[in-house]
Each structure stands twice: as structure tokens, then as C-alpha cells.
């Protein structure tokens, strides 16, 4: 029996008619199901694993080199994954670095694009009274500081169909030769789709925030009307949270902490 692993897709392709999984099911099995733990995957398939005879299990893969030597270093060191080949004095290495080309980030081309650290950041708070009726507003300023948007990182240009996407990644990406678009081109066969794009200059933007944190509203009902209910005092009170958030990044929030408008109100009274 052979196992193909010279390309993602015949060996998927290997799972699949070995294990008895549709196609489609593979992923939604092993991540949803097993919920990524290849001992709850193992024993799901246990019985079919069991019966695949390991000793005549031959696997086909290859390595990237050069012709030069008539592929000597294979010869003699056996195969490595490319993270040992391009680490290590061989010939392919050797020629990367005749020609420049690297797949390091060297720390002399990082750039400065700017501060997490805002300019201003700070709260604002204004109060109105009138008779019984008592009005506090409150607000949030940030402004002159950076962020890098993940949501466009991770659910725009390097989206996955598993997970939340960005909706700007389907009216703004790449579609034919000549776009100039904003995301790069998805779908589940291109090889462009499975390269990851690291944290550039793209997706830094100013991070100016305006926000109203919270509205507070009272009442003191008169003392004359309180006294024909035989009460001291009576007040009512409403408090809302979160009211709106202003922001120069387009970006999903509340995924860890829930933003809403959360409203409380609240009675008290004096005998």
C-alpha cells in the first residue's frame, strides 16, 4: 500500500478512501468532532487504523534539491522536510543565498509604522439637572495610537470558511487580471488561497475611538406626591452601558467581551 504525501491533495485524497470519509467531512470531522485531538480522531477509526498493515506501508514523498550532484545529499542523508534542508549547508541552500533569496525576515527590514500608544485617551463626562431631573453622560476619547486589524488579517485576507469571515472579503477581493483589490482571491483549490500573508503596513491603521460609555437618567418625584403614597421619598433611575463606539478601524468586536447596550433600571423609596 502507498501513501502519497508529495501534495496535500492526494493525501487527503488517501485518508479519505483508507478511513471511508466523504470529502467534505474530513475537516468537520477532526476539528468539530474530535475537536482537534488526534487521540479522540484515532479512536473514532480505531478498528479501520488497525487493520492497515503498517509493515507494508510504503510512503511517497520527495525533497526539494538541485541536479548538480545527481541528488548526492538524498544519497547519502536520506529525505528531510524543507525546515532541515534550507537550515542546514545544503546545496539548495547554498543556492538561495548566492541568488538573495530568504524566507527570514531580517530584523534590519522591519519597519516603524507606528504606536499602540495613543496621543489622547481619556474620558469625558457631563451632567444636567433641572427640578428632579438629573442627567449624567459620559464619554470615551482615544485618539493618535495604531492597531493592526485582525479582522481583515485573519478574516479577510487570510479567511477560513470554518470560521467568521468578513463580508468585505467577498465584494472586495480578487477576481480576474487587472482588479485592484484589496483582499487577495479565495477559493478552497488555489494555491494562493492556502499562502499566508503575515502582518504588514495593509492592515495598520489610526486607531481614533469616540464612544459613549454610559447615560444615567433620574427622578426625584416631588415630595407632596410621595407623601399621598405614605412614602418619605420615591426616585426612579435608568442606567444604559455601551451606548455607541465610533472607530477609524472597521473591526468585529465582541467576540471575547460582549458589547450591547445593556440597560438597568432601578426604584427606590424612603418611609
Known amino acids: 500500500m502507498y501513501y502519497d504525501i508529495?501534495?496535500?491533495?492526494?493525501?487527503?485524497?488517501?485518508?479519505?478512501?483508507?478511513?471511508?470519509?466523504?470529502k467534505d467531512e474530513f475537516i468537520e470531522t477532526y476539528i468539530i468532532e474530535c475537536h482537534n485531538d488526534f487521540?479522540?480522531?484515532?479512536?473514532?477509526?480505531?478498528?479501520?487504523?488497525?487493520?492497515?498493515?503498517?509493515?507494508?506501508?510504503?510512503?511517497?514523498a520527495?525533497?526539494?534539491?538541485?541536479?548538480?550532484?545527481?541528488?548526492?545529499?538524498?544519497?547519502?542523508?536520506?529525505?528531510?522536510?524543507?525546515?532541515?534542508?534550507?537550515?542546514?549547508?545544503?546545496?539548495?541552500?547554498?543556492?538561495?543565498?548566492?541568488?538573495?533569496?530568504?524566507?527570514?525576515?531580517?530584523?534590519?527590514?522591519l519597519v516603524w509604522l507606528g504606536d499602540r500608544q495613543p496621543k489622547l485617551n481619556g474620558n469625558i463626562s457631563t451632567s444636567?439637572?433641572?427640578?428632579g431631573l438629573s442627567l449624567n453622560v459620559g464619554f470615551g476619547v482615544k485618539w493618535g495610537g495604531y492597531q493592526v486589524n485582525f479582522t481583515e488579517?485573519?478574516?479577510?485576507?487570510?479567511?477560513?470558511?470554518?470560521?467568521n469571515v468578513d463580508k468585505r472579503a467577498l465584494?472586495?477581493?480578487?477576481?480576474?487580471?487587472?482588479?485592484?483589490?484589496?483582499?487577495?482571491?479565495?477559493q478552497v483549490t488555489s494555491d494562493a488561497s492556502r499562502q499566508y500573508?503575515?502582518?504588514?503596513?495593509m492592515f495598520v491603521h489610526k486607531d481614533n475611538v469616540f464612544s459613549c460609555t454610559n447615560i444615567n437618567v433620574s427622578y426625584l418625584i416631588p415630595r407632596k406626591w410621595c407623601q399621598k403614597l405614605g412614602m418619605e421619598s420615591l426616585s426612579v433611575s435608568a442606567y444604559l452601558s455601551d451606548i455607541f463606539y465610533l472607530s477609524t478601524i472597521k473591526r468585529e468586536r465582541g467576540i471575547d467581551y460582549p458589547f450591547s447596550i445593556n440597560p438597568n433600571f432601578s426604584i427606590s423609596c424612603s418611609f
Open 153 to 163: 488579517l485573519t478574516k479577510g485576507e487570510n479567511l477560513s470558511l470554518l470560521y
Open 128 to 131: 444636567f439637572s433641572y427640578k
Open 197 to 201: 500573508t503575515y502582518p504588514n503596513s
Open 171 to 186: 465584494s472586495q477581493g480578487w477576481e480576474k487580471p487587472g482588479d485592484v483589490s484589496r483582499y487577495k482571491l479565495y
Open 39 to 60: 487521540d479522540t480522531f484515532y479512536e473514532k477509526y480505531r478498528s479501520i487504523i488497525d487493520k492497515i498493515d503498517i509493515e507494508n506501508l510504503e510512503i511517497v
Open 62 to 109: 520527495f525533497q526539494v534539491t538541485s541536479s548538480s550532484n545527481e541528488c548526492a545529499e538524498i544519497k547519502k542523508h536520506g529525505l528531510h522536510n524543507l525546515q532541515w534542508v534550507l537550515s542546514n549547508d545544503t546545496t539548495l541552500n547554498r543556492f538561495l543565498k548566492n541568488n538573495n533569496i530568504t524566507f527570514r525576515q531580517s530584523s534590519e527590514d
Open 6 to 22: 508529495t501534495n496535500p491533495d492526494v493525501s487527503y485524497y488517501w485518508l479519505h478512501k483508507t478511513l471511508q470519509i466523504k
